[in-house]
């Protein structure tokens, strides 16, 4: 698949040089290969050119993926969808990442379910920084109680937050927002004083997100192409 490794390094170079236009140390930034809707094969196909960290959606269609990539041991699974309850022990038992914890209730039966002999689960509060009704996450103003009701919960670490900004080629709104991120990192570091990453910034904004300082991008169809959603679930 020469594509593949083709996009994945294109999307290597830009994000280099956004972090050296940003005046940012090289490497500051992660990538997250977003594979959801897309076969295990084609997550192989990056693994073995070096890419370890991946994003999904759909929690089952990801824990299937699980198993036909064993033969993959040192992939590092970012869960970027919403978790329902009866999903949570799926992402509590085999992710590393969750970037959508949004309630104090999940917070607790992923704790909970957390088997002990792994390391913690690293999780971000997902803000609903454009305040689209339709979105995801928590109002900023709500950020300090929530994050003052997680960061002492055993087996989970807080070490962020995360935000899907307006789809919009308004560069000074989404500055705006991405600005207003950066400055809620700072408001969580109280309650969490290892928080050091902001998810935020796709395939159209990445440039803008990592100028205003984030540590995660979350990159799919400028790597896997264009997506087709099946029913999944």
Known sequence: ???LIANLQAIRNQ???A??????PAGSVQLIAVSKTFPADNIRTLYQHGQRHFGENYIQEWHDKTHQLADCPHIIWHIIGNVQSNKSRLVAEHAHWLHTLNSEKLARRLSNQRPAHLPDLQVLIEINISGDPAKHGI?????PALAQAIAPLPRLNLRGLMCVASHTDNS???RQQFTQMHSLLAQLRPHAPQADTLSMGMS???NLAIEC???MVRIGSA???KRDYPNAA
């Open 1 to 3: 698949m020469p594509h």
């Open 15 to 17: 994000i280099a040089q």
């Open 19 to 24: 972090e050296a236009q940003a005046r940012r």
């Open 139 to 143: 109002a900023p103003e709500e950020l």
């Open 172 to 174: 000074d709104q989404l």
């Open 204 to 206: 159209s904004d990445m």
């Open 213 to 215: 300082g984030a540590t």
């Open 223 to 225: 790597i896997f192409g």
